[in-house]
């Protein structure tokens, strides 16, 4: 019985949706409930699984193509079991319940370097096989010295859909991703919608550093999580919107809303893009849970698989330019939000302390705001409210 292959039900205000890629090929069989393929909205990625148990017999829409919900975009046949030529062609690849259980970019990474699903063990949702899962086995043979079965290669470009060699050097035209996108209006969005001004402090991590130290053998020991430096931030902003309620409002037209609660977006990047996934009441949250959620978000944010309920609302964003290595930046805010925190790299630097130079693990703070809502004083008297927080964390739990 031949079974039609529809695009699901889009999210809401999503209208339309384009295929990144069919994890599987026409012939392969298929048991219910496995992914078929991948489908990109400017918000998250959807897959889509088979409704029964059975053989792809036709592709309809191509990857790249844009569909809509309900469209038809392949036949599956019920019931029905895979054959192999018996010409001279090679026999169809097997693909592992593994490995069928992540998406085609991971799986051409495995295959790219004769990596086999026995060797990983998949730490995504249900199971799933990521790229930092495969990462991890390719670091660990590296470290070793021990080879795969098949050198890596280098990573694969994008296929141009043109190209112009203009003396010898050339020029590739790639389609922007529906996420990269959706990134470049919001953006655009915010800087015309908005005066927005950054605000400029430094903060001295040294308790927060040596906490780390002292308790995170025990930490992860009971957590099972390492204990990092965002929850501590998370906490600190947290408290500071307390204190600062502007700063956690937002404009709707002519009225500000006041928001008594406090979800924070973390900003994650991805291999395709940019995304801020919330943190929802984090007033009650402990830094375990904390750095539980940012983990989670973390890993399927690359990997594709955030829910679209996870990306919107939001009352405050928090930005972490330091893991690449950025010293100092100017955060752009997360609409309708009206202000967002920026960390930056840290560093030894000389400071002044009791008439002393002493050496400590320095970061500069930057606080980006919505001027037509947020005075310049509640600006600053919040991001000085925050270094103060990290710089004396016992007060975050004492709640002074």
């Known amino acids: ?115 086999s699903e026995s060797q990983i063990t998949g730490t995504g949702k249900n199971g799933r096989i990521l790229k930092e899962d495969v990462e991890k086995v390719l670091q660990a043979a590296s470290a070793t010295s021990i080879k795969t079965t098949a050198p890596p290669k280098p ?3 994008p296929s141009p859909q043109s190209s112009t060699d203009t003396e010898g050097r050339e020029e590739r035209r790639v389609p922007m991703t529906r996420l990269r996108v959706r990134i470049a209006e919001r953006l655009l969005e915010a800087q015309s919608n908005a005066a927005i001004l950054t605000t400029f402090n430094e903060v001295d991590l040294s308790e927060v550093s040596r906490l ?78 904390i750095e539980k959620a940012i983990m989670d978000y973390a890993t399927r944010a690359r990997s594709g698989h955030l829910e679209l309920s996870e990306l919107t609302g939001g009352t405050f964003s928090i930005t972490n330019g330091g893991i690449f290595g950025s010293m100092l930046s100017t955060p752009i805010i997360n609409p309708p939000q009206s202000a967002i925190l920026g960390m930056h790299n840290i560093q030894q630097r000389p400071v002044a302390v009791d008439g002393e130079v002493v050496i400590r693990p320095m970061m500069y703070l930057a606080l980006s705001y919505d001027h037509r809502l947020i005075d310049g004083k509640a600006a600053v008297s919040f991001l000085v409210k925050v270094k103060e927080l990290l710089e004396d964390p016992a007060s975050l739990f004492l709640e002074l």
């Open 1 to 115: 019985m031949a079974i039609e292959i529809r695009v699901p039900q889009l999210p809401e205000s999503v209208s339309d949706a384009t295929i990144a890629a069919w994890v599987i090929k026409e012939g392969d069989s298929v048991n219910e409930e496995d992914n078929l393929l991948e489908l990109e909205t400017d918000k998250v990625v959807l897959e889509v699984p088979a409704p029964v148990s059975g053989v792809l017999t036709k592709i309809i829409a191509e990857q790249g193509a844009t569909v809509l919900a309900g469209d038809v975009i392949g036949m599956l046949e019920e019931g029905a079991v895979a054959t192999t030529s018996t010409g001279d062609s090679e026999p169809a690849e097997e693909v592992s319940p593994s490995e069928a259980n992540a998406s085609p970019s991971v799986r051409k990474l495995m295959s790219e370097n004769g990596i």
């Open 155 to 157: 990573a694969p470009t």
């Open 212 to 289: 780390r130290r002292k308790y995170q053998d025990r930490f992860q020991k009971s957590h099972d999580i390492k204990l990092g430096f965002m929850s501590f931030f998370i906490k600190a902003a947290t408290e500071a919107l307390k204190r600062y309620p502007e700063v956690n409002a937002r404009i709707d037209g002519s009225d500000i809303i006041y928001q008594g609660y406090y979800d924070i977006g973390v900003a994650v990047s991805s291999e395709r893009g940019l995304v801020v996934p919330i943190i929802r009441n984090t007033d009650s949250m402990g830094n375990a849970d």
